[in-house]
């Protein structure tokens, strides 16, 4: 584990193959501070429990998959409503009952895979089954008003090359909850798979008003501590153009 991972502000294009382990910023004018992200990156070097940097990352989602959450339970309590509005007509109650209850597997699949997609500490592997979980975990504090194309065809087909395969999951996960913070509710969302490189990239109308959900303003600190994680774990994060409307991030994920 290197004692102090390297940050470098470089131009493009970028030769993704030829990056040493680290984190790398691209066309990002104003987003870092060197002095803070210089720290985060030390801190992320530290020889502490990782478990502690997934519980960050999934803590800064939290308010996403609690809104999420609660605008399924929206369907079983609205026909559960509309069930009592109904009554004593019986055959017009049956149908709302039924969606209350659709509605009811709806929010207990979505917690249960929340639950399952949560990065495990005795993680022995970075490949294509802890890629997907992170996804879901993506797609979960998205929402229905983010649309996303492109996250189920990130398939990672092999094991990647690094020496702590726990903390470059958590590094992928922070890039994950970058992408929502720094939507803060409405965009776009694409992800893409190609040449070892794994790369998420958001975007928002630039009409569109100012983040209506929580943790924008720490968006530059989540990306740094990945991009820490990343570096330490043998990996490449890289950030590229962002701006109030979007933004990429990479994580070379070598053979």
Not at 16 to 29: E, H, I, K, M, Q
Not at 161 to 166: A, F, L, V
Request: charged residues 15%; aromatic residues 8%.
């Amino acid at each position: 584990m290197m004692d102090k991972p390297v940050f470098l502000d470089i131009q493009s294009p970028v030769e993704y193959d030829r990056l040493s382990p680290g984190f790398y910023t691209v066309n990002c004018p104003g987003r870092f501070d060197t002095a803070t992200t210089e720290g985060l990156l030390r801190y992320a070097a530290l020889s502490v429990n990782p478990e502690m940097y997934s519980s960050t990352f999934l803590g800064i989602m939290l308010p996403y998959f609690l809104h999420n959450n609660n605008n399924l339970m929206v369907g079983v309590l609205g026909n559960l409503d509309l069930a009592g509005m109904l009554l004593p007509d019986l055959e017009k109650v049956k149908p709302k009952i039924a969606g209350a209850r659709t509605a009811t597997g709806s929010v207990v699949d979505y917690l249960r895979d929340l639950a399952g997609s949560i990065p495990s500490g005795d993680c022995s592997s970075f490949n294509g089954d802890v890629v997907r979980k992170c996804l879901i975990l993506l797609k979960a504090a998205c929402g229905r008003s983010v649309v996303s194309d492109g996250l189920d065809k990130m398939a990672l087909s092999y094991a990647a090359k690094c020496s702590d395969p726990y903390r470059a999951v958590v590094a992928f996960t922070g890039m994950a909850a970058w992408v929502v913070v720094s939507m803060g509710g409405s965009g776009m969302v694409k992800g893409s798979l190609s040449g070892g490189k794994l790369t998420l990239e958001w975007s928002r109308p630039e009409s569109a008003s100012q983040p209506y959900m929580p943790g924008s303003s720490s968006a530059s600190s989540v990306i740094a501590l990945a991009g820490g994680l990343a570096a330490v774990s043998g990996m490449a994060l890289v950030v590229e153009n962002w701006t109030d409307n979007g933004g990429k991030v990479s994580l070379v994920a070598k053979k």
